[in-house]
């Protein structure tokens, strides 16, 4: 496969992932008892009402030209949540930021699925020659990323759907402090991973292969690791 078409999977599988997390949080508020997120148009596929100019568009780019290609962060348009039409508003809001992450943990585990169904009934379909296919690059890649954003997202970093699940868990003076700082969370957040927070995740990696290894063997392990 060229860098151009592994390029395209790439971002198909990070489009899926994103919205489907995105409208999980507007879904679960929806079920929940606020339309905020649904009258947003976050229920849909179409990815213009996931964009936010700046932190899909813009800080990317920035971070990517300033770094000099070393490090990149973003994310799509927050979802719009008014806990004021949940009947508990802090229960309300606890699950529907949970159910980003959880979204993403449950597309991982149905990849995972597929690609080893996929293994054991039609190997080529998914590797030829010891190498990935473009279906076991895809579902690879997509598997890696699902885990990644969900694992990601649930790490207690303001701004991001940890802390939102950590909030309703704690005592009201510091739900108040967590509240003040809302406003500014994502660049806190950015700059706890500029400075190495995201490092905690690397071992994720490693249990996915070894997670491969359990259920196809070195083979295709080695071909996933290569292809990653």
């Not at 860098?3 to 990070?14: I, K, P, W």
């Not at 699925?113 to 076991?136: E, I, S, Y």
């Not at 969370?185 to 490693?206: D, N, S």
């Amino acid at each position: 496969m060229d860098f151009g078409f592994r390029l395209v999977l790439y971002l198909l599988a990070l489009g899926v992932s994103v919205i489907f997390h995105e409208q999980m949080h507007a879904r679960v508020a929806y079920w929940l008892g606020d339309p905020t997120g649904k009258n947003d148009n976050r229920l849909s596929w179409n990815p213009v009402h996931h964009i936010d100019p700046f932190l899909t568009i813009i800080l990317p780019i920035i971070l990517f030209i300033g770094s000099g290609g070393r490090f990149i962060f973003g994310g799509a348009k927050p979802v719009m949540i008014n806990p004021l039409n949940f009947r508990n508003p802090s229960l309300g809001m606890c699950l529907s930021a949970a159910a980003g992450p959880f979204s993403n943990f449950l597309l991982a585990a149905g990849g995972f699925a597929l690609c080893v169904a996929l293994f054991h009934v039609a190997p080529k379909a998914v590797m030829a020659d010891a190498v990935l296919t473009w279906h076991g690059f895809f579902l690879g890649i997509f598997i890696w990323l699902n885990l990644f954003l969900g694992a990601f997202n649930i790490l207690p970093l303001p701004g991001l759907d940890g802390s939102r699940i950590l909030r309703h868990f704690l005592p009201r003076p510091l739900q108040v402090s967590l509240d003040a700082i809302e406003p500014i969370a994502i660049f806190l957040t950015m700059i706890a991973v500029i400075f190495g927070a995201a490092q905690i995740l690397r071992p994720l990696r490693g249990l996915l292969l070894a997670a491969f290894e359990a259920a196809t063997g070195a083979g295709f392990r080695g071909a996933m690791e290569a292809g990653l």
